[in-house]
């Protein structure tokens, strides 16, 4: 089993989930129709996180969760990906987070329960204190990281500063590779996170929203020389969080492709039969924190690489 993926989850479980109005400036997937109140939103969502970690641990995959603390309100903790990372050498990352909501969200108590569940850390990195700057580099959403061939792929935006990524690069002796990637209305794509997924041996990738050519082509090259097989993605499944999937593993180490199943449903059956021609598929409904929170499941899943 290669360095890619880990058997081992950190996810936080919501307590005042809801449409954060500071992401959706630059979030085109968050939308609020207002046919919910606050707390029909909170309890909806804190059903389909409670469903999608049976679902996971179902299947095997160890999930440690930390429970959001109710005050103050911190409508995207949900989504603990882009604040902190966990590394195979015992390194633990915090980053620059766009909105001042979301800063609330990198709370000691939560990195604390991680150590407590059986591992180590031997070196901390605080890259928050760029946000005096209004830069930001917004964790596992903001990069994809081939850990096998030490990569950190990267579409840049107003919450990924390209500075910032070189010098995480550097920091974590990978090699960026950046890139810029539009929607359909042309507007940045926020996250890598939700245009690209990175498997052992393949990557789900949003190509159409990359286009300038020199960089789709530089993109292909680059994933075909790693050994990934592309399953491309249209700009529609993308909306649909396609590109949202974080692979996984069991603590037998068999091989999953986490969705959502609203990412599931917009595969086409081909799409499904060469991504489980690499790894199995899991995928859990998670309407409500896809429609107010512009984020999936992949946003939910923080990885933990750390030494037991």
């Known amino acids: 089993m290669s360095n890619q993926t880990t058997d081992t989850i950190l996810m936080v479980r919501p307590a005042r989930f809801g449409y954060n109005e500071e992401t959706a400036a630059n979030n085109a997937f968050q939308t609020n129709d207002r046919s919910r109140s606050q707390s029909e939103i909170e309890q909806a969502a804190q059903a ?69 569940s059986g591992f180590r850390a031997d070196r901390r990195t605080h890259l928050e204190t760029s946000e005096a700057d209004n830069r930001f580099l917004e964790g596992t959403g903001s990069m994809i990281l081939d850990h096998d061939h030490r990569l950190v792929y990267a579409c840049l935006s107003q919450r990924t500063d390209a500075a910032l990524l070189d010098d995480y690069a550097r920091l974590i002796g990978y090699q960026a590779v950046a890139f810029h990637s539009t929607d359909a209305q042309g507007q940045d794509v926020y996250h890598t996170n939700v245009m690209m997924a990175l498997g052992e041996t393949f990557a789900v990738i949003c190509l159409d929203s990359v286009k300038d050519a020199a960089e789709r082509a530089m993109l292909e090259a680059r994933l075909t020389g790693t050994g990934k097989t592309i399953i491309d993605i249209s700009l529609d499944q993308m909306n649909r969080f396609a590109g949202n999937m974080l692979q996984v593993k069991s603590t037998d180490g068999q091989a999953f492709l986490v969705m959502s199943e609203q990412a599931f449903k917009s595969l086409t059956p081909a799409q499904v039969l060469a991504i489980e021609a690499h790894t199995s598929i899991l995928h859990a409904p998670l309407y409500t924190i896809e429609q107010y929170g512009g984020g999936s499941a992949r946003c939910m899943l923080a990885e933990v690489f750390l030494p037991k």
């Open 48 to 116: 389909e996180f409670d469903a999608f970690v049976e679902r996971l641990r179902a299947c095997g995959v160890r999930v440690i969760v930390a429970q959001d603390s109710p005050e103050p309100a911190k409508p995207d903790a949900v989504f603990p990906n882009n604040w902190v990372s966990f590394h195979h050498d015992g390194h633990i990352i915090t980053y620059p987070m766009f909105s001042p909501l979301r800063r609330l969200e990198r709370r000691e108590e939560v990195i604390a329960q991680v150590l407590e």
